[in-house]
């Protein structure tokens, strides 16, 4: 493998997050910082987000969004972090997104916590139950926490938590 930073090697995104185990003011300022230094064309910076720590009304209303074989696993985040665009060109800024929110995951690794990106949920939903201004819309939902002990989890989950980790080999990517 080519030489990697450690940050992008060692990243994976688990579903047994540690129940009990919260996050800091200054770990989650410190995410939103990152998400908010990601590049973005024109500087626009069309990201926003929506913030839930374990427990509290917005974390609940993010986890009732999601699909019920996700919030099996997701209710033990530690944080539940809405991803959200606005602007006129949503395709541009559905991609500043997916900058800001990797920047995020960087960040996170870089703090020893992990994150779990999902989107399949209920955004119109959502939407309404976040009361978010018209024009902004919601795209990823990331579980973000501590790692918890994977045999806790479903057998048919267990064995993706705890398999080797696949990716295709660049030559796959590449285009003729």
Request: hydrophobic share 45%.
């Amino acid at each position: 493998m080519a030489d990697l930073t450690p940050l992008l090697a060692y990243r994976w995104s688990p579903r047994a997050f540690d129940p009990v185990a919260e996050l800091t003011p200054d770990e989650a300022a410190s995410l939103l910082e990152a998400a908010r230094w990601a590049p973005s064309a024109g500087n626009g910076q069309p990201w926003r987000f929506a913030l839930g720590h374990r427990d509290d009304e917005t974390w609940k209303r993010i986890l009732t969004s999601l699909p019920g074989g996700d919030q099996s696993w997701v209710r033990h985040a530690a944080i539940l972090v809405v991803g959200a665009h606005t602007g006129g060109d949503a395709e541009r800024a559905a991609y500043d997104l997916g900058q800001a929110i990797a920047h995020l995951t960087v960040q996170a690794t870089a703090l020893g916590l992990h994150v779990h990106q999902l989107v399949r949920f209920d955004r119109a939903g959502l939407a309404s139950e976040l009361a978010l201004p018209d024009g902004v819309r919601p795209l990823v939902v990331a579980a973000v926490g501590r790692l918890g002990d994977p045999f806790g989890l479903p057998a048919e989950l267990r064995v993706l938590e705890t398999g080797l980790r696949h990716r295709r080999p660049v030559a796959d990517l590449l285009l003729a």
